[in-house]
């Protein structure tokens, strides 16, 4: 399927498929575009709605009914794009906020925060989404909807939610006018505790992280 006929006036935009894959694909575009840094004050606020908007598109597929390839075995997809380009230029957008804390899996007890970069997960997800869209381009819609709704539960879906949270603390801390632990040194080749994580942080006021990303703070 090539981009003429994904972007064809003629689909039915009530079809599920046509909606997950609009919902995807502008999800792409978007987060493309930020990485470019050319609009660096609204990176965080655009990302958390870019993310808000994906992941009710991933609601969807993860309520539906399970989907099942028309093929046995996955069709070739092409090569894969390389994300690395991407994941740095995020990287140092997102600096310093890029590495925040996260529980892998909520429903395994006492497990500890590890850190994780924000860069990283837009990427991974990426890296997930563009996989389904070489399907859906190439007119295998259900092998598509199948790998999309498959990457949702076992990467993408748990990776978002994890990068929205986040994203939706950053902003907070800043509306709220609330200071930021400072994250400097720490890693994600590292584990992290409460412990560690109140050792190594220093005092970041919000308005020092609000200025860099454009965001503004409440009086």
Do not use: C
Not at 137 to 154: D, H, K, N, P, V
């Amino acid at each position: 399927m090539s981009d003429a006929t994904l972007h064809a006036t003629d689909r039915n935009p009530d079809d599920f498929a046509v909606q997950i894959a609009d919902q995807i694909e502008s999800f792409l575009v978007a987060v493309t575009e930020v990485a470019k840094g050319d609009e660096p004050e609204s990176a965080v606020p655009f990302l958390l709605l870019e993310v808000s908007q994906l992941l009710l598109a991933g609601g969807r597929l993860g309520a539906h009914e399970d989907i099942v390839p028309d093929e046995r075995y996955e069709p070739d997809s092409g090569p894969e794009p390389d994300e690395d380009v991407l994941r740095e230029n995020l990287a140092r957008l997102l600096d310093p906020i890029d590495v925040y804390s996260e529980v892998f899996d909520p429903y395994e007890p006492r497990k500890a925060p590890v850190p994780a970069r924000i860069s990283d997960d837009l990427a991974d997800v990426m890296a997930d989404l563009r996989h389904g869209m070489a399907h859906y381009r190439a007119g295998r819609t259900t092998e598509a909807l199948w790998w999309w709704q498959f990457s949702y539960f076992s990467n993408w879906g748990s990776t978002a939610s994890a990068t929205l949270r986040a994203l939706q603390s950053v902003l907070a801390h800043v509306r709220l006018n609330q200071p930021l632990a400072e994250l400097d040194g720490l890693d994600t080749d590292q584990g992290m505790g409460d412990e560690t994580l109140e050792f190594e942080a220093g005092r970041v006021m919000a308005e020092e992280i609000a200025g860099p990303l454009g965001m503004r703070e409440v009086k």
